[in-house]
């Protein structure tokens, strides 16, 4: 590759990086909204977001507890940042044909990580307590995500996510996963797996502020605080494109040149939007659950469905 | 940092994003909920209430403080990250309220925390904790909620404050004191 | 009522049997109250009597059979005599004990917690005592804690 | 040449057995060097990543009759790569961990002469031989640890795996008259298959695969560090240089297939790995002493490998070779590190330790490193092995080993978080231990660095196995230094590493930019409460049965545990045994009844015939 396609390649993740953020932050003040709305509240103005990065990032004082803490920082942001880099965007592929599924899925443990360390180093049980749940509410969605991913990867019989989307979108809307009989069940599955990933309201265990005083997050203020609000709202855009990618065809609908492009981002944007929009109808509506009861439910009511639609997909495939 | 060159954005961002700890004492949290839910909804102004003093910017002390509750009370606003702001809900943190006579209650909350805006009444009503809020962001866009930095001046005297409150120290006493200084 | 005959004196005050007993016969009247049903500590109470120059400590039980309270009263002298500590046969005993005592300097022997309860720093006489003046205390303590003013010339 | 150097370390075993602490170590040191500079001036000589085949440096030892022959196959060579640098990092480590010289030095010589031996057998003889030593010496060296239970179950299952091998090599050499490597060919009927069963189980025993593990987590608890980080990283790769001998250099793996024509065998041994690597990996983060912890975290990486020879698909067996390569580095670096927070601290119990990184930060970053490639982050070279195992499963269609694959990586997560948060960080108990000392840290380091190399060229080491996989007549896979391309997808470190450069400018700038103040231990978020008010004695610690919930659950599946079940043998072994000595009533007249009734069985049976 010569060094010009690189320079281009690197100026349009960077690009798509910043759009991220953007629809990201947005997404964080119009959910707020959502939610409020559903309390039949006024709720914050949608720009809220960006007010409370804002005004984080300005705060005079920044509490840190040595070196490991800081590498929370550097971690979380750089970790969401790379895994959506990796991601096909509305059918725009930036680094995907670099890398596939298996890349991202360990991408997005490495924010999880950088949170650990940073929570370890601060040394409040809190925050211990806070990580042990974050680890084992992902251990527990990683399992039915991971089945329903294999199905999908031995159906098209590759592990690249562009290739997925490309395979998907062969002829337009009818081609997606969705509308392949075992992938409506392994849809509902990766759904229910997203809801944990968000961590939206029944399983926000880990970051509970009643209970653990915000979990990990106990300590950080200032510029740490805000650099996870800005990994929040980027978690939110990759983890629903990741999602939208598998399942509804990445929003590719039609192929060509700058015209197709746009419809294409259009398209994707609605579908990342439909999908937060239903994983925060679903916070309005459930308490927190108990770790032990989001961690029943993954490995064994969810865990069953996944491998249903894992054998189903097998028995068509071979 | 001067006050003055706290930039226009931030200084806008922060009226328009208040995070609030909630220290309730007294009889104050009773009257926190209408606020918070649709009634009122303070998150219309972007408040929002968070769980620990590192993320929070508002301290909102609600009802009467004992001597004990003052030492965590000091401890919860100095581990608050400055610009920080304390709003004081109801008459007993303002003159002790009817616990004026007390041996072991604080009868005024400014003498040992920088506090910005005290609302009056046992407890205040809803609307009054909201105009408490606007005057606060309003204080804010002026430039006039300097709690913290007034905390930071005058440090040593706030401290000694705390010390004799702590301590139930007499007046007799404070004279030795005095002389044996000078 | 069923304590009085149980512990063979004491009358009835509107619905509640009232008995005065020694503080030698305490351990002994809480010990046959609590076998026959009074198995409910209610509260430990006690009125500084200033002028007859007496506290009146009064243990509360309440049996859940025959529905009756029972008031066992004790007079303490003030000039610091002490009591036993009744802790072993009811837990929470031992931290009403531990307020008395904070409150109205009474010792209890026996009780392993006399720290101070909820006056961390108090070094004056226990504040709950009729002769404790509480105005004035406030007037000299918080008093003469000055309110901390800008200095105008500063101009911040 | 190769005759020098093991008749070397031979003798620098005797010797250290008389000499003291520093100077034993020293000469370990020195003598262990020797193979490493070996290797590397043949793989100056012969290139860094092609041996050709044909050129094998083969000489014969001839003793007592016997004559030992050794060559440098390119299996060899690539385990060699893997084993012999970890010693004299071993050797420097032990320096300053042994106060005395009570026999350590000698037997740990005699256990890498012995490696050395296996590694460059040319023979079923020689292999045997060594591997027989290998398994003494290192009896010897767990035998120091005095623990009853550790030392009785090393030495039933070394010697049953020794068995194993033995029953395996007879039947072998019953077939093709000579025990020469290459010229064994394994022929497809009930035997064939006897024996290649039995030398698989034999070296299974020895690379801890799930049922036959049970030993492990004793002796990498009980003995002493420097010892199982070589045990757990070098010799237990051994197992699998076996394994891969059998399998795919005697074609092993096409004669169980042609045998077993419905089910295929490999099949239930990629599901034994699978279900060590997940098993394993419940057990591991339910632990509390740091390296029994550690122990059930090798014993599932190592089911990667098995996995990886299971499938048997060019992607997966690279893929095993090179999870070996780094399960050798980083559990050798972690074991070491228990080690010198042990020499520090004392402790091994996670609930005892706690704050141990904030005073031993080279340790901590030397920890930090190797749990990273253990979990397979991306970056790391751990995941360029983990990816083509993964790749190869779902190349290969298997649905069940797959998924539980994939859960055993992420269980990683969660015992390597209990090892960094439980010892090294939370709450400050250890104020004021020193950083260990500098040669402990300085073999940390060494060990680190292969990985880092392989961290940003994956397509070296795929290069190192490329003859490797040709002895065994695998393909290899397309690649260059920095893409691996598969029919499925690529992976390309380079597109990782400058994207994360990039993707690190904002997390930069950030941090950068915003002064902060670092804050000193107690002045946590406690609810208010004031640490001064009880003179800072607040327990903070909220490492031990740190994954509670899950325990509650998961935890009575596991309780029976391995052992019992061999527990469950033996007790039925000693109830036979029972029963047969009853015939032995010690009266004169019972064994004259025993004699007449044998001579009426014998005419009995000539009248039949």
Known sequence: MDVSAIMIKSAVVIAYAFIGTFIGLLFLGVGRKIVARVHNRVGPPFYQGFIDVAKLLSKKTNISHGWIFDLALLFSISGILLAFAFLPVGGIKLLSTDGDAFLVLYLLAIPALGFALGAGASGNPNAGIGVMRALVMMLSYELPFVITMIALMIYYDTTSIARIVELQSVNGISSWAIFIPPFMLAAAVADMALQGMLMEQPFDIPVAPHEIASGPMVEFGGKYLGTLMLYKAISIVVETTLFVDFFLGGGVIMHGGIVANIANFIVWFVLIFIVFTLSLLINTAFPRFRIEQAFTFYWKYEAILATVALIWVYWMVI | MRYEEWSGIARKASKRSLWMVHFCTGCGAIEMPPVMTSRYDMERFGIASMATPRQADVLLITGYLTVKTLKRVVQVYEQMQSPKYVIALGSCTMNGGMYWDSYNTIKRLDKYIPVDIYVAGCMPRPEGIMNAFLKLMKLIDEGKARGWERYKKYYERYKKNQEMAFNFVKKEEKEEEKNEGD | MKAIELLGKGEEMNGRAYVKIDKSELEEAIKTLKENGYNHFVMLSCIDWLDDGEFELVYHLWSYEEREHVMLSVRVARDGESMPSMHELFPQIETYEREIHEMYGIKFEGNPRLTPFFLEGWRDMPPMRKDFDSRKFTKDVFGNISTIEEEEDEGI | ??????????????????????????????????????????????????????????????????????????????????????????????????????????????????????????????????????????????????????????????????????????????????????????????????????????????????????????????????????????????????????????????????????????????????????????????????????????????????????????????????????????????????????YRTGKWKISELGGVGYRMPFTFMATLFAIFTLAAIPITSGFAAKWLLYESAIDAKYIFVAPIMLIAGVGAFLYSFRILYGVFLGENRYPNIKEAPKSMVAAMFILVMPLLIFLIFPGYMLDMMHDALISGNIATLNHNAFVIETSLASYNTIAVIVALMIALIPAILIYKTRKHRVVDFMDNYLAGELPELYDNKISMHAASRFYKPIEEIIGPYFEPGTMSYYMAIYRGLKAISDAVRKIYTGKAGDYAIYVTLFLLIIMGWFIWM
């Open chain 4, 1 to 342: 040449m190769l005759d020098i150097i093991l008749a070397e370390i031979l003798v620098a075993a005797i010797i250290t057995f008389f000499v003291g602490r520093k100077l034993a170590a020293i000469i370990a040191m020195a003598v262990s060097i020797l193979p490493l500079i070996a290797l590397l001036d043949w793989a100056s000589l012969y290139g860094f990543n092609i041996i050709h085949l044909g050129i094998e440096k083969s000489i014969s030892i001839p003793i007592a009759g016997v004559s030992l022959n050794l060559a440098i196959t390119p299996l060899g060579w690539f385990f060699a790569l893997m084993i012999i640098p970890l010693f004299p990092a071993i050797m420097l480590f032990s320096y300053s961990f042994y106060k005395k010289n009570d026999g350590f030095y000698p037997f740990m010589l005699l256990a890498l002469l012995s490696s050395i031996g296996i590694i460059m057998a040319k023979d079923m003889l020689t292999f045997f031989l060594f591997w027989e030593m290998m398994s003494w010496s290192s009896f010897l060296l767990v035998y120091r640890s005095r623990d009853k239970e550790a030392v009785m179950s090393y030495f039933i299952f070394s010697s049953l795996s020794a068995f194993l091998i033995f029953l395996g090599i007879l039947i072998i050499y019953q077939q093709n008259a000579s025990l020469l490597l290459s010229s064994i060919n394994i022929e497809s009927n009930a035997y064939g298959v006897v024996a290649i069963i039995s030398l698989i189980a034999g070296f299974a025993i020895k690379s801890v695969l799930m049922p036959l593990h049970a030993w492990a987590p004793y002796v990498y608890s009980k003995s002493d560090e420097p010892f199982v980080a070589f045990l757990a990283g070098g010799l237990s790769k051994l197992g699998y240089y076996g394994m891969f001998l059998i399998l795919f250099i005697l074609a092993g793996a096409k004669v169980l297939e042609t045998y077993f024509t419905n089910l295929s065998p490999n099949y239930i041994l990629a599901v034994f790995g699978a279900l060590s690597a997940f098993i394993a990996t419940l057990i591991a983060f339910m632990q509390d002493d740091m390296r029994k912890l550690l122990a059930y975290s090798s014993i599932g990486q190592l089911g990667y490998i098995a996995i990886g020879f299971g499938i048997g698909t060019p992607l997966a067996v690279s893929g095993a070779l090179f999870q070996a390569f780094n399960h050798a580095f980083f559990k050798a670096v972690l074991f070491l590190a228990a080690g010198a927070v042990a």
